[in-house]
C-alpha cells in the first residue's frame, strides 16, 4: 500500500463552502479554536509493536489579537463617526462592541487565553492516556520553546498537566533565543521577496479584488457616505475587521462577536483571500512559495537527530518543541504530510485542496509516534497531524506506519532536492 492512499482514511481532506458555512468558525483562518474529534480513527500497529518514543512540534495556544491597538483604532474611527450623527443604529452598537473590547484586550496583544492553557494540557492528557508505555512511572520527557511568552506558556501547561497526570515523571524545559535557530528558521528576506513578486501580486491582486466587496458591510454601520468618502479605506476596513472578529473565538470569557456583521458569503470570501495568502506567505504556493518548505530543513533535521539518539536510549521518551503557525505550516509542507503539501496555481479551487484552519488552527501539532518489537524488526513511525493520523507519499505496508529507516532516506532525498 502507499501512503497516498491515506486520503481514502481522511474523511475531512477535501474542504467544501458547505463545511465553512457550517460553521462559520472555520473562517477564522489560523485563529480557529483547536478541535479535536472524538471518534478519531487509531489503527492498531502491526503485531508485536509498541510505542516507545514520541516527536512533537505543536504551535502555542489561542491568543489575544496580534495587535490590541487596533481595537483602539477602529473605537475611535467609530466614536468619531457618532460625534459626527454619521453611523447607523447597528454602527452605535458596534461602538459599543469595542469600547468593550478594548477594555479586555488592552496591553495583551498576541498574549496567550485561558483557552490556549486548557488547549495544551488537553493534548498532554490525551497523549498520555493513549501512549502508556511511553509515559512510563519514570518516563523523561524534554521540552523546548521559543522565548514568546505565548509558547512559553503553552509549554508549561502542557508539562503542568504530565505531571499532574504522572507527579514522579522526569521532566526538562527551557526557552531560549538559541533555539530559535531549529524552532522558528524562517528567512524574511526570502518572505519578503516572495509577497513582493510581480506574477503573484498581479494573480491575488486580481483574487482580492473578485472576493472583497466592502460596500454592503460599511453601509450597515455608516449612514453619512461624505464621512465614509473622507475618513475610511473601505476595503482595508472591511479586512480589518475581518480579522478582528476571528481572533474572537480565541476569547471565550467574551461573550462578543463580531462575525454577526458580515453574511456568511462575505466570510466565505474574506477566509478564501485570507487562505490563499497563507499559501503564499508560508506555504508551498508554486508561483512564489515553492522553495519556502526548505526553510524548515534545520527544523526537520533536528527532529530526525533526536529520533535517531533516542532509538539508541540516548535521550527522553518524549521530545516536546513549541513554536509557532509559519514554521508548522512550513515544516509540515517540507515534510509531506497529507493535504500540506500542495502545488495549485488557480486560487478559486486552491480552498479545496490547501486549508489553513485545517493546517495551523491555534494549538496546531504534528506528533511522530515511534514503535519497536523485540528482535531485529525495524523501527515504524506513524504520524499525527492535530492528532489525526496521516500520510505522506511513501511505500508502506502497514499504513499509517512506516519503517523509519525508510522515511529518514526519503526526508534526506527530500531535503537534499533529489
Excluded at 195 to 223: C, T
Excluded at 325 to 351: H, K, W
Excluded at 363 to 390: C, D, H, R, T, W
Amino acid at each position: 500500500m502507499y501512503a497516498f492512499l491515506s486520503s481514502l482514511f481522511i474523511l475531512d481532506a477535501q474542504t467544501t463552502k458547505e463545511e465553512i458555512l457550517a460553521d462559520v468558525n472555520k473562517a477564522g483562518s489560523n485563529y480557529y479554536v483547536y478541535t479535536v474529534d472524538s471518534d478519531n480513527v487509531r489503527t492498531q500497529a502491526p503485531k508485536g509493536y509498541k510505542p516507545f518514543y514520541i516527536s512533537h512540534y505543536g504551535r502555542h495556544g489561542s491568543r489575544y489579537y496580534i495587535s490590541d491597538l487596533d481595537f483602539k483604532k477602529i473605537y475611535d474611527l467609530l466614536d468619531e463617526a457618532s460625534k459626527a450623527k454619521s453611523l447607523t443604529l447597528l454602527g452605535e452598537d458596534v461602538k459599543s462592541r469595542f469600547f468593550a473590547l478594548w477594555q479586555d484586550v488592552e496591553n495583551k496583544a498576541s498574549d496567550l487565553t485561558s483557552l490556549g492553557m486548557r488547549q495544551h494540557a488537553g493534548i498532554a492528557e490525551r497523549m498520555y492516556r493513549e501512549y502508556p508505555t511511553v509515559f512510563t512511572k519514570n518516563a523523561y520527557v524534554d521540552a523546548c520553546s521559543t522565548t514568546k511568552p505565548r509558547c512559553v506558556l503553552s509549554m508549561s501547561s502542557f508539562l503542568m498537566r504530565l505531571k499532574e497526570l504522572n507527579p514522579k515523571m522526569n521532566v526538562t524545559m527551557n526557552a531560549s533565543h538559541s533555539y530559535e535557530s531549529f524552532l522558528t528558521p524562517e528567512n524574511e528576506e526570502a518572505r519578503d521577496a516572495r509577497m513582493k513578486d510581480s506574477l503573484w501580486n498581479k494573480k491575488f491582486g486580481q483574487f482580492h479584488y473578485e472576493h472583497i466587496h466592502p460596500e454592503r458591510l460599511v453601509a450597515s454601520l455608516f449612514s453619512n457616505p461624505q464621512f465614509v468618502d473622507k475618513h475610511i479605506d473601505k476595503v482595508s476596513f472591511m479586512r480589518k475587521l475581518y480579522d478582528i472578529s476571528c481572533s474572537l473565538q480565541g476569547l471565550e470569557h467574551l461573550d462578543i462577536t463580531l462575525t454577526d456583521l458580515f453574511t456568511k458569503e462575505e466570510l466565505f470570501d474574506n477566509w478564501q483571500v485570507q487562505n490563499a495568502w497563507w499559501y503564499a506567505f508560508a506555504g508551498p504556493n508554486p508561483i512564489c512559495g515553492k522553495d519556502t518548505p526548505y526553510e524548515l530543513a534545520p527544523l526537520l533535521s533536528k527532529i530526525i537527530e533526536d529520533a535517531q539518539s533516542a532509538i539508541k536510549g540516548e535521550t527522553p521518551q518524549v521530545s516536546l518543541r513549541f513554536g509557532h503557525d509559519i514554521p508548522l505550516m512550513g515544516l509540515l509542507a517540507l515534510m509531506r504530510i497529507d493535504n500540506c503539501y500542495v502545488e495549485e496555481t488557480n486560487l478559486e479551487v486552491l480552498y479545496k485542496k490547501w486549508c489553513d484552519f485545517k493546517i495551523i488552527p491555534m494549538a496546531s501539532n504534528i506528533q511522530m509516534v515511534f514503535y519497536k518489537s523485540k528482535g531485529e524488526n525495524p523501527v515504524l513511525v506513524k504520524f499525527l497531524l492535530n492528532e489525526k493520523e496521516v500520510g505522506i507519499p511513501l511505500e508502506t505496508a502497514t499504513f499509517p506506519y512506516y519503517k523509519w529507516d525508510d522515511v529518514v532516506a526519503y526526508y534526506a532525498s527530500i531535503m537534499g532536492r533529489n
